[in-house]
């Protein structure tokens, strides 16, 4: 009868083991899917910055250059609208 519990309690204690480890799987995933969005978010954000700073330098050498800020801006990448 012993032996019955025993089993009984180790076959659960195995269960139980192998529940934790699926879990611990399960949130080891979504921490590296969680990573990579993150770096890809971060990699796209440093192209973004990337991008204007150039944008803005193009802006500053037009406007040395022309002396005015509308030819320097539409020269650089803005729109006209926004060149105002």
Do not use: C
């Not at 025993?6 to 204690?13: G, I, K, M, P």
């Not at 799987?25 to 770096?39: F, G, I, T």
């Not at 910055?49 to 803005?56: G, I, P, S």
């Amino acid at each position: 009868m012993l032996n019955k519990i025993d089993a009984a309690s180790v076959l659960e204690l195995r269960i139980g083991e192998m529940t934790n480890q699926f879990l611990m799987h399960s949130l080891e995933q979504l921490l590296l899917q969680n990573k990579r969005a993150r770096d890809a978010e971060a990699e796209l954000m440093d192209a973004q910055v990337f991008q204007w700073r150039l944008r803005q330098q193009r802006f500053v050498a037009e406007s040395l250059r022309t002396l005015n800020a509308k030819q320097a801006a539409i020269a650089a990448g803005y729109s006209p609208r926004n060149a105002q």
